[in-house]
């Protein structure tokens, strides 16, 4: 596990140095790469809103409640999957083939193995319901068709509170991103070379 964590976190690095000092080959601002931009924009506001939401079902009941309502009806990570719409986003607002395929792959590293941890976790702590629950919503991509909610949910204000800054952590990296891209555009930052 700690192998896992530790290339984890030197192939964020990695990807964070090519960020720094490399360009995307389709810099130019054609039509497509606006449209790769703005749909890397979305994703960004899409895992960070995604994330506060599913943050408010699960918050302080983690291990303690089997949350089905809401995101959990949908799909049984909605976090992690909110999370890989994030990392999706950050390669498509750079618009490099490169730094996306990394970040896919920081993300199977980091993600997978926990995700099944946790499911085996929960199958114990929650069964015979967790079985039910496996069988009817889906691991990972949502289907929209199962959703159901309560009409009210009780949540951790503390938690919630630290799911919303993490979400606006994922909203700061397009202005971060649009700061490396002006600060290469204006010779500022070099680019050693560039990437697909």
Not at 20 to 31: A, G, K, L, V
Not at 45 to 56: E, N, P, Q, T, Y
Not at 150 to 156: E, K, L, M, R, T
Request: charge should be positive.
């Amino acid at each position: 596990m700690k192998s896992r964590i530790i290339l984890g976190k030197v192939l964020s690095i990695i990807a964070l140095l090519l960020i720094f000092i490399t360009q995307p080959i389709y810099s130019s601002n054609s039509i497509l790469n606006l449209l790769i931009e703005l749909l890397g924009l979305v994703f960004l506001a899409i895992s960070s809103f995604g994330r506060v939401w599913a943050s408010a079902f699960i918050s302080g009941k983690k291990d303690k409640d089997l949350i089905t309502d809401g995101p959990y009806s949908i799909c049984r990570n909605p976090l992690y999957f909110f999370s890989f719409i994030g990392f999706v986003g950050v390669g498509f607002v750079f618009k490099s083939v490169i730094i996306t395929l990394v970040f896919l792959i920081i993300f199977s590293i980091t993600h997978i193995h926990t995700i099944l941890n946790e499911e085996k976790k929960l199958q114990i702590i929650f069964a015979p319901e967790y079985s039910d629950y496996k069988r009817t919503v889906p691991r990972f991509f949502p289907n929209f068709k199962l959703f159901k909610t309560a009409d009210n949910i009780c949540f951790s204000p503390k938690i919630y509170t630290k799911a919303l800054f993490e979400s606006a952590l994922i909203l700061s990296a397009y202005p971060i991103l649009k700061i490396i891209e002006w600060l290469h555009l204006h010779n500022i930052l070099p680019v050693i070379f560039s990437i697909y």
